[in-house]
């Protein structure tokens, strides 16, 4: 498991919401998890309080801030999205979590956006097998206020 963060940190690595091996019935083992969490993950938040430490982030700025304000440097945006994104990724996870039910507020706009909740499984499903390199797949929502799939790489993130 990662490291504690020191006191005097400012960004730290939040506990996963479950033990490590306990996705591996849905198919993420716990090595999978050790490795992402623990190298990844862990290594993206040390690596922003070193940015920090060297006086190149912005002061009292959450990762949100951090990943919307267009006067972020690259790295500091980079790091500040990677530890947002990969945040959000293990908090979306439960060892028994299972399909959206269609009668649920998010099931309801799914079927208004995607014709079915199934639909959007496949769309979704379809756009993160075929990304290429590093990035993320999201559904997000836009303008008009429907839900959308998008993608980028590397540390991409819709709030940007």
Known sequence: MAAEAKAE?????????????????????????????????????????????????KKDASLEDLIKDQETSDK?????????????YW?????????????????KQLIKDFESVDKFIEAFKGRAGGHFGSGWV??????????????GHDAFNPMK
């Open 91 to 107: 908090e979306s996870m439960a060892p028994a979590g299972g399909k959206c039910k269609d009668d649920s507020e998010v099931g």
């Open 9 to 57: 940190d400012r960004f730290t690595l939040p506990k996963l919401p479950y033990a490590e091996d306990a996705l591996a019935k849905g198919g993420i083992s716990k090595e999978t998890i050790q490795y992402h969490y623990g190298k990844h993950h862990a290594g993206y938040v040390r690596k922003l309080n070193a940015q920090d430490k060297d006086g190149k982030v």
């Open 76 to 88: 500091v945006f980079n790091l500040a999205a990677q530890i947002w994104n990969h945040t959000f």
């Open 138 to 151: 999201w559904l997000s929502i836009n303008a008009e206020k429907k839900l959308v799939i998008t993608e």
